[in-house]
């Protein structure tokens, strides 16, 4: 009993269990949604992996009445279809912009989908340079340290401050929300280690959270690439884990 108890108290705790559990939507058999407010929802899509089975990657959706913006698509260009789909007959709203954290296919997956629709894409040029290298679709606009944006209203901040997960990620700050699109640079915090790190600099990963913790102190939601989003508090046990 002492021990279900115990569980019971860590699900609790654990931030955003509650608010997750609660504002659950499913969409597909592949895609998840996730209302972090009236303008924000998190998508998380999943892909079957033969090394690591049924893996998922978050992405976010921002709304300001009839307009939208992504950050970060699915894994591929059909899931990307039906989230636009569902923007459109649920939230009455049309995609206007998309940003990819990097270059990995859990970020920019379905940048083809999103340029038949003639939405405009934006990146780190980093992310372009390596996209056209690798020959992946490539996003049209580039910026190097920050890009400043609007929907409506309401400004879509974007920085690079350095490598971590991958050479070229960048995180995304609603300063009308204090929501932090993280996306790969963090993990959940039921994460116990920062997982592939193949195309990033390990050496390099905690300085770029440092910066991070710098720079947004005052962060209410932080939003990871994998796992349950949460608050400062991420960003703190990413630190602990590039130490391990």
């Not at 699900?11 to 303008?39: R, T, W, Y």
């Not at 959706?61 to 307009?67: C, D, G, N, V």
């Not at 569902?86 to 296919?105: M, Q, R, T, Y």
């Amino acid at each position: 009993m002492k021990n279900l108890i115990s569980l019971i108290t860590i699900c609790i705790c654990l931030p955003g269990f509650a608010q997750q559990s609660n504002n659950i939507m499913h969409i597909s058999d592949d895609i998840e949604l996730v209302k972090i407010s009236d303008n924000v929802y998190m998508h998380v899509s999943y892909k079957i992996s033969e090394k690591w089975g049924r893996i998922s990657a978050n992405g976010l959706i921002y709304t300001a009445k009839e307009k939208a913006f992504i950050f970060d698509t699915p894994w591929n260009d059909t899931q990307t279809e039906t989230l636009i789909t569902w923007i459109g007959d649920s939230l009455k709203a049309k995609v206007f912009g998309f940003i990819p954290n990097h270059w990995h296919e859990d970020c920019m997956g379905g940048l083809a989908c999103i340029q038949s629709k003639e939405i405009k894409s934006y990146a780190n040029q980093m992310t372009i340079d390596i996209a056209k290298e690798k020959g992946l679709p490539v996003p049209e606009i580039g910026f190097s340290d920050s890009l400043r944006l609007h929907l409506g209203k309401n400004e879509i901040c974007c920085y690079y401050l350095g490598a971590a997960h991958a050479l070229d990620n960048i995180v995304v700050w609603l300063p009308s929300e204090k929501v932090l699109f993280a996306g790969c640079v963090l993990k959940g915090i039921e994460y116990k280690n920062l997982g592939f790190t193949g195309d990033g600099d390990i050496n390099e990963y905690p300085n770029t959270l440092k910066k991070l913790l710098a720079k947004f102190p005052d962060a209410r939601i932080v939003i990871p690439g994998h796992g349950n989003y949460g608050g400062i508090e991420l960003i703190h046990h990413n630190i602990k884990l590039t130490n391990k």
